[in-house]
């Protein structure tokens, strides 16, 4: 085998910036900056004036920095021949960005890449938190990409459209919502108890699963039934980096054979980026097509994986993920500690998880997967790190027709509906007090017409119904009328029994 053409990862860096002031915050060039040097001196140094390509994932805390790669690329003094950004920040553009980093190595086009990432929204936010007007970075960036009619519900950010996951998953199950929470905590526990043990890990603290599930002044409900302590905390300031190579190169420089660990193939597919013609919310054609043909370019099986690390913005992903690959929920799905207690830098999370999986395989065991999901369950990306030689080489990773063949079709949506259906999905929003502000409800008319419908805060009797656990609200027939200015109500309380 011709190993110029075998992918390797030669050193990995994090950073945590935790400053004394404002004043001696890094900003996310400054972290990515700083996680890059670290992963050149773990590679052994000089890594970073041979480098051919730089890949960047887009950041949101510092956006007057712009396309961050050349800058950075200076700031290291090197002079890569292809210097790239992402074009927004999702949470599968690490391991995009490092299947085609293996990939160009494959070909034969570079020796040696690097991918960085950093997100300083924690600094971002402390240095304007005395205006009134005080911006949600994640928030406004993905309303800026919502249609209207999202818009008008109130349905644009991930926390809002994740629960609809969660909601539409535990039905489909066939759980009671007691058996969905328990199995969301049981996993967020052990992801605590992972991070707890992780020194790069934010938020270094073991939880119960009862601390996950119970509600109070710091772990105050969000979206229905996610509480804070469920949800990816973006208010951090983290950097991840890593270095891939040739394994010629590798050897040719010295690196010693214990710290090398091997790139496999990885597979590729995503949804339809409107949530609301999707065809259906409890599973995910792409994601099964991802992590299923990922394992199988490899020439593995689930029992062959010695880690994983399953996307965790939300429970529902690993959750779903889980069950495509027979992943026990009493193993941990992470190897780095998740985005809620590792840290959720918004798009880089994986570059983290890039680097813990790398750190784990050479202490122990044979392949890890990585599995890596962006937008509101849009894009999905899986990848197998291993201690050996792969057996398959990288290739093309787009497996979107396979997804495609396996989509059913979307229902029709109708915006502007009145009269009877019945619920698909839906959510309960809260403020900051822990009472219900809103609810959502996407429904179904009688003959399959997809539709979305308001709750208002004060129908108590509705979000009861709807987040009480006493009946299973997905299925369950209520009625939708518009109010005062246009916008479509559900009305569901006592009438809302399975018909």
């Known amino acids: 085998?011709?190993?110029?053409?075998?992918?390797?990862?030669?050193?990995?860096?994090?950073?945590?910036?935790?400053?004394?002031?404002?004043?001696?915050?890094?900003?996310?060039?400054?972290?990515?900056?700083?996680?890059?040097?670290?992963?050149?001196?773990?590679?052994?140094?000089?890594?970073?004036?041979?480098?051919?390509?730089?890949?960047?994932?887009?950041?949101?805390?510092?956006?007057?920095?712009?396309?961050?790669?050349?800058?950075?690329?200076?700031?290291?003094?090197?002079?890569?021949?292809?210097?790239?950004?992402?074009?927004?920040?999702?949470?599968?553009?690490?391991?995009?960005?490092?299947?085609?980093?293996?990939?160009?190595?494959?070909?034969?086009?570079?020796?040696?890449?690097?991918?960085?990432?950093?997100?300083a929204l924690r600094t971002a936010a402390r240095r304007i938190k005395t205006r009134a007007d005080a911006p949600n970075a994640v928030r406004e960036a993905a309303a800026r990409g919502a249609r209207p009619l999202r818009q008008r519900y109130g349905i644009v950010a991930p926390t809002d459209i994740y629960p609809l996951y969660e909601n539409a998953c535990r039905a489909a199950w066939g759980q009671s919502l007691a058996e969905g929470q328990h199995e969301s905590a049981q996993i967020w526990s052990l992801f605590s108890q992972v991070a707890a043990a992780n020194p790069d890990a934010w938020l270094r603290r073991a939880l119960t699963p009862k601390d996950i599930l119970t509600p109070s002044a710091d772990n105050r409900p969000i979206a229905f039934p996610y509480t804070k302590l469920m949800v990816a905390n973006a208010s951090v300031n983290q950097g991840a980096a890593f270095i891939v190579a040739s394994l010629a190169k590798a050897k040719a420089i010295g690196v010693r054979a214990d710290q090398l660990v091997f790139v496999g193939a990885g597979a590729a597919a995503r949804e339809p980026g409107d949530i609301l013609a999707r065809d259906r919310f409890d599973r995910s054609s792409s994601m099964g097509a991802a992590l299923r043909n990922a394992l199988a370019f490899n020439n593995l099986s689930s029992s062959d994986l010695d880690w994983v690390e399953l996307y965790s913005c939300f429970p529902c992903i690993p959750k779903l993920a889980r069950r495509i690959i027979d992943w026990p929920a009493e193993r941990a799905a992470t190897v780095f500690g998740g985005l809620t207690f590792g840290g959720g830098p918004v798009g880089n999370y994986m570059s983290h998880a890039v680097a813990a999986m790398v750190q784990k395989l050479r202490t122990g065991g044979r392949f890890g997967l990585l599995f890596a999901n962006g937008g509101f369950a849009t894009t999905n990306h899986a990848i197998v790190l291993s201690r050996d030689v792969p057996a398959v080489g990288p290739r093309d990773f787009n497996v979107q027709l396979e997804a495609d063949a396996a989509r059913g079709a979307a229902p029709a949506l109708i915006e502007d509906y009145t009269g009877p259906g019945s619920i698909e999905t839906y959510t309960v929003f809260y403020d900051r007090a822990g009472a219900p502000s809103r609810g959502v409800v996407i429904a179904r008319t009688p003959d399959g017409a997809r539709f979305i419908c308001r709750v208002p805060g004060d129908d108590l009797e509705t979000i009861s119904f709807l987040t009480s656990g006493k009946h299973e609200p997905v299925g369950a027939h209520g009625e939708a009328s518009p109010d005062s200015e246009g916008v479509s109500l559900w009305r569901c309380g006592n009438k809302c029994e399975r018909k």
């Open 1 to 119: 085998m011709d190993e110029s053409r075998i992918p390797v990862i030669v050193g990995v860096g994090q950073i945590n910036d935790r400053p004394d002031s404002d004043a001696n915050a890094l900003n996310s060039l400054g972290l990515m900056k700083a996680a890059l040097q670290a992963a050149d001196r773990e590679a052994g140094g000089g890594w970073l004036a041979k480098l051919d390509s730089l890949a960047v994932v887009a950041q949101l805390s510092f956006p007057e920095l712009g396309d961050v790669s050349r800058p950075l690329a200076d700031a290291l003094g090197a002079a890569p021949r292809l210097c790239k950004q992402t074009p927004y920040p999702s949470g599968d553009s690490p391991v995009l960005l490092l299947n085609e980093a293996a990939n160009r190595i494959a070909a034969g086009e570079i020796e040696v890449g690097a991918v960085a990432g950093g997100e």
